[in-house]
């Protein structure tokens, strides 16, 4: 699995953007999808995770009811939309991919269960 992301830009305060992960090679309904963040200096957190079978998802608090994230099977794209962006959002945006999918069975982001990453996509706020 070979992921790419793009997408990225920048928006000011209450602004929305969405990013996409296309992913290549061999697919499986219990992959677990997630899209990650790292700002400078701090460590990298899970913002928004998908089973790419039943498409059930979840999101980290800080974004819950701003972000979605959801699939395009036909294209092999997850996109992660994100409305309403605050300054503290600004951060590189990894996209990754847990073939077991046991990540999402234990709702968790921890980043030790994704074997795959992308190389990232600049997501920029200013107020």
């Known amino acids: 699995v070979h992921l790419v992301e793009s997408g990225g830009g920048s928006v000011t305060t209450g602004g929305s953007l969405t990013i996409s992960c296309e992913a290549s090679g061999p697919t499986s309904s219990n992959r677990c999808m997630a899209w990650f963040r790292q700002a400078p200096g701090k460590e990298r957190e899970g913002v928004a995770q998908i089973r790419y079978g039943s498409g059930v998802t979840h999101l980290a608090e800080s974004v819950e009811g701003r972000f979605t994230v959801y699939l395009d099977k036909a294209e092999n794209r997850m996109y992660l939309q994100m409305d309403s962006l605050k300054v503290e959002d600004s951060a590189m945006y990894y996209c990754?991919?847990?073939?077991?999918?046991?990540?999402?069975?234990?709702?968790?982001?921890?980043?030790?269960?994704?074997?795959?990453w992308g190389q990232g996509t600049q997501v920029t706020v200013s107020s």
């Open positions: 990754a991919a847990d073939l077991s999918g046991n990540s999402c069975s234990y709702r968790t982001f921890r980043d030790t269960y994704y074997e795959k």
